[in-house]
């Protein structure tokens, strides 16, 4: 019948795919610790280590031969803002990670200029986080991660690591930077797990 | 950018030691840089301050602020002399 206007749809639709404590933004705020390195593709590798040392790594090559993925998902920062319908491109953790033996529970994530973040190995699986590559169709922009950073929308945004040099694998749940400094140790924006001891 | 003079550092180390402390003075733990917080490098406010060495990058302190709490560390700091007016 069409009575239902666009307008009062959205909101409805907005609403629901806002976690508690959230707003909807159409930019890209760049929020960042420390100062923005600048990677060549020719020197980017990629690197799992696992809890015993065991190394498995990919140059940038090696990773654009690797079936492509294009996730399409909202972002949720811990400062308040989320960004639905974000579109990227890049490899699935579950295709990098296929091959490592590990028997670790628990992975940090490592980057170039020293940042890290940790989460439980089970949520870098089954197509819920990917090192993506692309934003909107174009390269990565190095103040958004470029040329590559961790994307794991399930969980606040800092947990998707800007800027991604590898993966720690671990026994031991180890927190990482934001995790150390206040911050959730696992921060799922639904249940508004932003600081330590929420 | 989120890279921020110096003296953007005051607010949130007002709010945490409760009076201006950008005088002073940090031993950086990594380099042995000495100097005033004022001089270091911020980064933040959002999602937190981060007080960076200026000489060597290394975190010297975090600052993150709650609704209702101030979480900090100081990770990066051999000691810090915190001024306090009196004579020696």
Redesign the interface.
Known sequence: MGIVSSGFTGRREADHRLPPGQYETHDFP??????TPFISLAEWTFTVVSELGARQRWSWDELMRLPQSHPEVDIH???RWSKFGTRWTGVSLDLLLADVETGADYAVAYSHG?YTTNLPLEDLLDGKAWIVHEFDGEPLSP?HGGPARLLVPHLYF?KSAKWIQGLRLHTVDEPGF?E????HNYGDPWREQ???GD | ???LDANSAAGPLTLLFGRDVTLAVGICAMCGTTGPLGETVM??P???T?L?CPQC?N?LM?I?E?PD?L???M?GLRLLSVPTGGTS
């Open positions: 760049v929020l960042s610790a420390g100062p920062c811990v400062t020293g103040s800092w934001w150390t400094a206040g911050y932003r600081y330590w | 950018m989120t890279e980064y933040g959002a999602p937190g981060v960076r990058s975190v975090t993150v709650a709490r979480l900090a560390t990770p």
